[in-house]
């Protein structure tokens, strides 16, 4: 597919989110054409110790991250590329965009987002075939995603987290990031938009980067978008931590 640009997403991460749907007010504004392909946190991290590297949560909320992605690999095999936007869409509102649900622990809601229960309601909502859902332990969907995984990574290095975007594909730059936790209004999106542009078409750009995060503005999150999150400081991408 010719797109302008090519962007990588693990329906898991809210850094990942919070960008595409910046990328989507670009979209309304401007003639842009986006391909919605995949790189999975668990893959990048299968030789990781997450006992010992990261939040007791993550490696159940990373591997319904690739259980989520072999639905939309699926999805994409049996009805075309453009059927991606709309469900990445419907994954990221349910999962960040939805206030979370205080009866379970955040280990069991991450847990949750890899079954049926809640992605069957999700591909009616995107108008898909609920037997998508079969996907979710189809092993055989990982080669596809590992390989689109190792593409995003060959494009910027491996010390990088998600989302990943290749600006003007083939020939044209990639970047981890932009990572923003608020979304730009519709009035600046644009603007802002054309100034990360300008930096990648420089041939001699490589990074702007700082590990000190504000928790993104979401639901899920507890933050609106009026109000400011909490500074964490983020390593390789995501809030590893040795013990």
């Known amino acids: 597919m010719d797109a ?5 997403f693990d329906p898991v991460c809210p850094f990942a989110w919070m960008t595409s749907k ?3 007010q670009v979209q309304k504004q401007r003639d842009y054409t986006v391909d919605w392909r995949f790189i999975s946190l668990r893959l990048i991290n299968a030789q990781v110790d997450y006992d010992a590297h ?3 949560e993550y490696e159940a909320g990373h591997t319904a991250g690739l259980r989520l992605l072999r639905v939309a690999a699926r999805a994409r095999a049996e009805h075309g590329r453009e059927a991606v936007a ?5 994954f990221g509102t349910h999962i960040f965009d939805t206030v979370p649900d205080n ?8 847990e949750l987002r890899g079954t049926r229960k809640f992605v069957e309601p999700i591909l009616a909502e995107a108008g898909l075939p609920l037997e998508l859902a079969e996907a979710l332990d189809d092993e055989s969907w990982d080669m596809e ?10 494009l910027t290095g491996k010390d990088v987290g998600t989302p990943i975007i290749h600006f003007e594909p ?7 990031g932009p990572v923003i936790s ?7 999106a644009v603007e802002l938009w054309d100034h990360v542009v300008a930096l990648a078409r420089f041939p001699g750009f490589a990074e702007l980067k700082r590990s000190l995060r504000e928790q993104p503005q979401l639901a899920a999150f507890g933050i609106d978008a009026d109000a400011v999150g909490k500074q964490e400081d983020w390593h390789g991408g995501s809030r590893r931590q040795k013990k």
Do not use: C, K, M
């Open 22 to 24: 910046w990328v989507r």
């Open 54 to 56: 990261f939040p007791p």
């Open 86 to 90: 709309p469900l990445y869409a419907a």
């Open 145 to 154: 995603i590992q390989q689109e995984t190792d593409e995003a990574l060959s």
């Open 103 to 110: 009866h379970r622990t955040e280990g069991e809601v991450r």
């Open 182 to 188: 608020r979304l730009p209004h519709e009035d600046s």
């Open 170 to 176: 083939p020939a044209g730059v990639a970047f981890f």
């Open 4 to 8: 302008d640009i090519n962007f990588y």
